[in-house]
């Protein structure tokens, strides 16, 4: 039990291990917002070559020059969306780490809703199921004994 | 009925599966590949100086009237190595092909081409991907192909074969009577 406990609380610590932004190379900005914003970026877009990394995680040299990129415009005054939108202008929506909620990504969004529901009713009706039929049967079982004691 | 739903199911699961693999094993399904956002829009720029003269800057509009391939490409990338071969064929027979050395060394890429040849007519040296990320450029070698009115209307991620040609380029090549 106590490895167990070890092990969730090292799980849990490499979770929220991710906040740093100076992963690979560290950049001098020149406002905090700057930084900020920055680091938004860096975990909103997705690394094209290590296509299951942001590019605040990966190393590729692709991301290192997007990363470098995405500094030169902050530092030229371009504001974040307006940084989102070169990079899906040139690259498609997919650089965007998170699918965007589009008319075309609504079932990739709500697919996994639908199922839990659609397994939270199966599960509740054949739960409700069990429960009738052991409820039939008791009945029987107790109109069985009334007709035996009517029968005596 | 209802006992045979989860088999009919599991039935339709395995037959979709099936479907599926098919699709990524013919043609060109690549679930890592990423279409590009160009067809039907401007070139976007160049702007970088040339390999050899670094003097000459590089311009999409020099190119303005003409049909052209542009290949993104590094001697850091075996793909390259393995097309370079057929593009010097293509520009051999007229093709006029802009190459992009992307993320290299200068005397590296200049080593490359004295070896294997030299089917470009100009070279953009970009090693800090400013170029290749303005043309949305994942990976190499990616060729664009570029109208006479500049404008991009066919791209292939990975190497130029005949059968690339054959199928995606040449069509464009063929109404010009002088390439």
């Known amino acids: 039990m106590n490895i167990l406990k070890i092990t969730l609380l090292i799980v849990l610590a490499f979770l929220f291990a991710n ?4 992963r690979f190379e560290t950049h001098d ?4 917002q700057m930084e900020k914003d920055y680091n938004v970026l860096v975990q909103e877009l997705r690394c094209l070559v290590c296509q299951n990394q942001n590019l605040a995680d990966s190393n590729a040299e692709l991301a290192q020059d997007m990363r470098l990129r995405v500094y030169k415009m902050l530092s030229e005054g371009s504001s974040k969306n307006e940084i989102v ?3 899906v202008l040139r690259y498609g929506d ?15 969004w709500y697919s996994p809703l639908i199922f ?4 939270a009713i199966v599960v509740v009706s054949y739960l409700r199921r069990q429960k009738k039929e052991v409820e039939q049967v008791v009945d029987k079982q107790q109109q069985k004994k ?3 004691l009517l029968d005596d | 009925m209802a006992r045979y739903s989860v088999l009919i199911g599991f039935f339709i699961m395995i037959g979709g599966f099936a479907y599926m693999l098919n699709l990524t094993n013919t043609g060109e399904y690549n679930p890592r590949d990423i279409p590009t956002e160009f067809i039907g829009r401007a070139a976007p720029a160049i702007n970088v100086p040339d390999l050899y003269n670094e003097s000459e800057v590089v311009k ?18 075996p793909e390259c190595w393995r097309e370079h071969k057929y593009l010097m064929e293509l520009s051999r027979s007229g093709v006029p092909i802009v190459g992009l050395n992307w993320r290299d060394e200068r005397a590296e890429a200049k080593d490359m081409l004295t070896k294997m040849g030299n089917p470009f007519l100009k070279i953009g040296y970009d090693p800090d991907s ?18 006479a009115e500049g404008m991009v209307v066919a791209k292939h991620a990975g190497g130029v074969t005949p059968a690339v040609w054959q199928e995606k380029f040449e069509k464009f090549f063929i109404k010009n009577s002088n390439f």
Request: aromatic share 18%; hydrophobic share 50%.
């Open chain 2, 60 to 77: 999409t509009s020099d190119m303005k009237g003409k049909v052209w391939l542009f290949n993104v490409w590094g001697t850091w990338c």
């Open chain 1, 29 to 32: 900005f020149a406002t905090p």
């Open chain 2, 130 to 147: 400013s170029v290749a990320i303005d043309w949305g450029v994942y990976g190499a070698p990616e060729t664009f192909l570029i109208n």
């Open chain 1, 94 to 108: 997919f650089v965007m780490y998170r699918p965007p909620v589009k008319k075309s990504t609504l079932v990739l």
């Open chain 1, 116 to 119: 839990f529901a659609v397994a």
């Open chain 1, 85 to 87: 939108d070169f990079m």
């Open chain 1, 19 to 22: 906040q740093a932004s100076a």
């Open chain 1, 146 to 148: 009334a007709k035996s």
